[in-house]
């Protein structure tokens, strides 16, 4: 096994383009599990810890370019918190201490689980993926980079660099249901938004479908906007819980989170 | 007795095993809290567990395990593995050089399978290579060629389904003779009149789902033969001198020739009283001549250990309407999995604690244990009686709403005291107090609740943010519950201490203490070294490494034994090298063996005591419990937890009280969380991802009382402490559960969907 450690985004891109197959590398929390388990056994790492144009985050017109290499505990900080503040919110309920300072925002997006807690905040905020490949790069919404359980659209010779948003101020929330009251993948859970100025309430789940996902209301059907919610899910019953449960929680969640957005 | 080898210990500045290595830190005499002599080094990480030892010149071992549950096996084919680079040995059945069957107690299971896998994770062939890698591709080109067959995976029907052992490996040993197929062990308590009516009366189904040891350190150990034919094995467990028995015959070898030496041990929890890796090991270093280290992967750790026995429980309870107990009735089922292990002594503690510390003059307790092709199941914490309290306190609680009493008088109205009769018939002698445990905890007083807004990590769902108030309630829950101290039932305990003293290099006294009781966490070292200073009056006393090579068994780190067997067998050896040294003048060296009072086999027909009494000595505990639960969520979060414990005399307050937040944090995680999953029999979830234990959010301060209260046949008059906390947590956290949702919650772990009722 090979581990390649570029300088630049440049070098990495070029690297991965050599290499396709090259397994990127962030902060290793679902990586080097993969690894430990005996799931995965790459021919060649890529090791993005080194690239400087992943690091940190900008702000061009109001429009945040947020690096692929953003740990939680990053996103967790002012003024990164107040400008999404459910993205902070997620970002708290991911992992412990030690998983929040090595897990990026990059590696959440790569691995593009359904229980990815950065997800359903940045579905909220309408984010879009930035990635790029020695070609050039482009911009995918959030929604349609997710494409299934564990599979996003990256091509084989691309990387994900960034995360770009344009906040929208809207009053938001983000919850997590597990059995356990830290450490926990979710059983389900749900990003909510009261956006005003669009007149639209917003809400995303995860775990409760094969990709997280984002459901729209208008501001004035804030009652029935539970139901829609679970209605939109299709969950399923695995070791983590059940599909009903699952279902009645997401209903729970969404009374929970326009209350919360509403009173703000 | 060979000379110890030389050990290269990675990374690691301490010896293998430093927790019994030798230790002479200021530790303080018997009734003071001493510091953990390993508790630096464990919490700076430089203790060497089992897992970080290593040997010039050494190989990797890995196990291939069935993914069946229940399969046929045709053939093995191991040619390509042979030749894959690096690789030394791959061995199967036909290599095991002796007994091709051992067991903790019967030799039912095979040390590789042989023509027929029963579980899922079943050891069926071990490769040896240079590097764990090798080995581990090596092994996944071992091909089985397996006919799967049905797999029983019911306990309920277990009994008449095809026998998993024909031969029946558990008949004639003195048990109940039960006929039907797949019974490990079946045993009737009756006492008085179980019929006997009372006033009203109370019933209910109860479920433990398969709780899981979850220790941090996986099965490991390092092999290394000693040239002559012989071996020594470094391993994490729980009783080096039935690991011993257990090697030797199937090795082909005399016990003297097998040395266990105790290495760093990472949690036990009974899960180590089974054998891991030590044959396997072994086999491989006599095969290549070349020492060998096994070290389980996280998901191999949670197949190749036996886990706590799921159970089904019918109780009925009947009382007079002042609140006194008539009657109990209760029908137990474990699922024993498909290895005896310590299974039929889990039958006879669930049965014997069955009514739990109450008064109880009628009672029919019936209990069977099942083989299947579940996960094996054995020793762990509080074996049968966490079971069967989970049900007699779900069923006092319920007597007491039905009676109108308050919970805790109604335990206090029963409580057992010394001249009672248990079911079993055994008159309680010595120290019991369980009234005084049920009044100490039922006076401390929980904190007020909190006001809200809360930060939500005070909240149930924890970091989760699912409330900031909403849905939840508040519940104040009680419990409960006894269980015996050392091994019943006419088993003859021992165990062996061996002193030294000389004279120093300034003339000055010292000692040198040998024993094999087994440091599992549980803090036995500081223990031994606490006795030995106290009878010796001296400072200077080091305890050597624990070994087969040179001192008697210890008996088992478990059953909540450990400390009063080895107070008591270093306390018998410095006294007799005090004597010996007055009488000679000259240095000496003496070995005693320490007995507890004799117990006697339980009648097969009817579970009442023969010859004398079947259980050495009880302790007891009770538990106060306060829960919040989101009830539209069904998240919980445990606020305030006090307790009292009937602990003899604390030889080690400290380490006492570290036991009951340990012991009562592993009843939480059965009570909320912890449930080893499967699926016809396949384990679903052998993973920290998804095998949940409490983190520190789910485990509130815990208040606890130490009731002292002297045994008279313990020496100091302690009492064994490890195993009452986990008996009553669970049971206290489901009351407290109950009482803040209103709902029956007759299933641990509970789920979230139980508490909202979906
Ligand atoms: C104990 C523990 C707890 C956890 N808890 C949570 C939790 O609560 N919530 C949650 O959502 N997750 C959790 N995780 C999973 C993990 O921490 C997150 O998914 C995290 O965001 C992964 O980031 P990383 O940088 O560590 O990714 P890595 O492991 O480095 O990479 C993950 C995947 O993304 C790919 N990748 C990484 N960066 C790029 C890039 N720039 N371009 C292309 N591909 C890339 C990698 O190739 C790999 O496939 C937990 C993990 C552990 C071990």
Redesign the pocket.
């Known amino acids: 096994m090979d581990v390649l450690t570029p300088r630049s985004l440049d070098e990495a891109l070029r690297l991965k383009t050599e290499h396709p197959d090259a397994?990127?590398?962030?902060?290793?929390?679902?990586?080097?599990?993969a690894l430990n388990f005996d799931r995965e056994r790459p021919g060649v790492i890529l090791n993005?810890g080194e690239v400087p144009e992943?690091r940190g985050w900008s702000r061009d017109d109001g429009l945040l370019r947020i690096g692929?290499g953003l740990t939680y505990a990053e996103a967790m900080a002012e003024p990164l918190r107040s400008l999404l503040p459910a993205l902070a919110e997620a970002s708290r309920?991911?992992?412990?201490p030690q998983?929040r300072n090595?897990?990026?925002?990059?590696?959440?997006l790569?691995?593009a689980?359904p229980?990815?807690?950065?997800l359903p905040p940045l579905l909220v905020e309408d984010a879009e993926v930035e990635v790029a490949s020695l070609g050039g790069s482009r911009r995918i919404a959030l929604h349609e980079f997710l494409v299934g359980p564990k599979q996003n659209a990256?091509a084989p010779e691309e990387?994900?660099v960034a995360v770009l948003v344009r906040p929208s101020g809207a009053p938001q929330t983000f919850m997590k249901v597990g059995p356990r009251n830290a450490?926990?993948?979710a059983v389900c859970s749900l990003a909510v938004a009261v956006d005003r100025e669009r007149g639209e309430l917003r809400a995303a789940f995860g775990s409760a479908g094969p990709v997280p996902l984002l459901v729209i209301a208008p501001l004035a059907e804030a009652d029935g906007f539970p139901a829609l919610v679970a209605s939109a899910a299709s969950p399923i019953d695995d070791v983590r819980g059940t599909a009903a449960y699952r279902r009645h929680a997401l209903r729970v969640l969404a009374v929970r989170g326009l209350e919360r957005c509403l009173a703000a | 007795m060979s000379a110890p080898v030389p050990l290269l210990v990675a990374r690691c500045r301490a010896l293998p095993g430093s927790a019994a290595g030798k230790h002479s830190l200021e530790l303080g005499r018997v009734g003071e809290s001493a510091a953990r002599v390993d508790g630096i080094p464990k919490t700076t990480g430089e203790f060497a567990y089992s897992s970080d030892l290593a040997a010039a010149g050494m190989l990797w071992g890995h196990t291939v395990r069935s993914r069946h549950a229940h399969a046929r096996i045709r053939g093995i084919e191991i040619s390509e593995a042979v030749g894959m680079p690096g690789v030394h040995a791959v061995l199967t059945h036909d290599d095991v050089p002796g007994e091709k069957r051992y067991g903790l107690e019967f030799p039912d299971q095979p040390v590789l399978a042989i023509d027929r896998v029963r579980y899922f994770g079943e050891a069926v062939a071990l490769v040896a290579a240079e590097h764990p890698e090798q080995a581990r591709r090596a092994a996944a080109k071992i091909t089985v060629d397996y006919e799967p067959l049905e797999p029983v995976v019911d306990p309920e029907r277990a009994t008449e389904q095809e026998p998993l052992h024909p031969d029946r490996p558990t008949a004639g040993h003195g048990y109940l003779d039960d006929p039907r197929p797949n019974v490990i062990r079946s045993m009737v308590v009756r006492h008085g009149d179980p019929d006997a009516l009372g006033d009203v009366s109370v019933e209910g189904v109860y479920e433990v789902g398969i709780q899981d040891q979850a220790f941090l350190g996986p099965e490991s150990g390092l092999a290394v033969p000693d040239g002559e034919g012989g071996i020594d094995i470094y391993v994490a467990t729980q009783w080096l001198h039935v690991d011993r028995d257990q090697v030797a015959p199937c090795l082909a070898l005399e016990p003297e020739q097998v040395r266990i030496h105790l290495a760093g041990v990472g949690g036990a929890f009974g899960g180590r009283e089974d054998l891991s890796m030590q044959i396997h090991g072994a086999m491989l270093a006599l095969h290549t001549g070349r020492p060998v280290k096994i070290v389980y992967g996280r998901e191999e750790s949670f197949t190749g250990h036996v886990h706590r026995h799921p159970a089904r429980i019918w109780a009925e309870h009947r009382a007079a309407l002042d609140g006194r107990l008539v009657a109990v009735r209760m029908r137990i089922l474990l699922d024993g999995g498909a290895y005896a292990s310590s299974s039929t002594a889990v039958v006879a503690n669930a049965c014997a604690f069955a009514c739990g510390p109450y008064r109880v003059d009628n009672a029919l307790i019936e209990s069977t244990c099942v083989y299947s092709n579940n996960p094996p199941c054995g020793a762990m914490r509080g074996f049968g009686a966490v079971q069967t309290c989970f049900a007699h306190e779900a069923q006092m609680d319920k007597l007491a709403a039905v009676l109108d009493i308050d919970p805790v008088e109604l335990r206090l109205l029963n409580a057992l005291e010394p001249g009672d009769v248990l079911p079993t018939g055994q008159t309680l002698t010595g120290s019991f107090p369980v009234a005084e445990v049920i009044r100490r905890a039922a006076a401390l007083d929980p904190p007020e609740p909190e006001e809200l807004p809360r930060d939500p990590l005070r909240l149930p769902g924890g970091s989760g943010n699912t409330t900031h108030g909403q849905g939840v309630r508040r519940g104040i829950g009680f419990a409960a519950g006894f269980k015996n101290i050392c091994y019943s039932e006419g088993f003859d305990d021992s165990c062996a201490a061996r002193v030294r003293l000389f004279a120093g290099g300034a003339g000055e006294l010292q000692a040198e203490v040998h024993c094999a009781g087994a440091e599992v966490g549980q803090g036995v070292t500081n223990v031994i070294l606490q006795v030995a200073r106290t009878e010796l009056g001296i400072e200077s006393v080091v305890l050597a490494p624990a070994s087969t090579a040179d001192v008697g068994s210890a008996g088992s780190a478990s059953a909540s034994r450990m400390t009063w067997m080895a107070a008591g067998a270093v306390q018998l050896a410095c006294r007799a090298a005090l004597e010996e040294r007055e009488r000679t003048g000259v240095d000496v060296d003496v070995e005693r063996v320490y007995r507890h009072p004799r117990t006697w086999p339980l009648d097969p027909e009817t579970g009442q005591i023969t010859g004398g009494p079947a259980h050495v000595s009880f302790a007891c505990a009770a538990m106060k419990v306060v829960a919040e639960v989101d009830v539209e969520l069904g998240l919980t979060r445990l606020v305030w937890i006090g307790t009292a414990q009937d602990v003899g005399k604390a030889v080690n307050p400290q380490a006492v009280y570290g036991q009951i937040e340990g012991g009562t944090a592993q009843g939480i995680g059965l009570a909320l969380m912890e449930e080893i999953q499967t699926r016809g029999g396949l384990i679903t979830n052998a993973s920290f991802t998804d095998y949940l234990i409490p983190t520190t959010l789910d485990v509130p301060p815990i208040v606890a009382e130490l009731v002292e209260d002297p045994e008279p046949d313990g020496p100091y008059g302690l009492k064994g402490v490890g195993e009452p906390p986990t008996v009553v947590s669970t049971a206290a956290v489901l009351s407290a559960l109950r009482a803040a949702t209103g709902r029956e919650l007759a299933r641990v772990p509970v789920r979230p969907d139980e508490i909202v009722g979906l």
Do not use: E, K, Q, Y
């Not at chain 1, 397994?23 to 599990?33: E, Y």
């Not at chain 1, 309920?93 to 412990?96: E, H, L, P």
């Not at chain 1, 229980?115 to 950065?118: P, V």
């Open positions: 397994v990127p590398i962030a902060g290793g929390t679902d990586l080097m599990v993005l992943l692929a309920t991911v992992g412990s998983i090595r897990g990026t925002l990059g590696g959440n790569g691995t689980s229980a990815g807690d950065s990256l990387l994900i450490m926990v993948i």
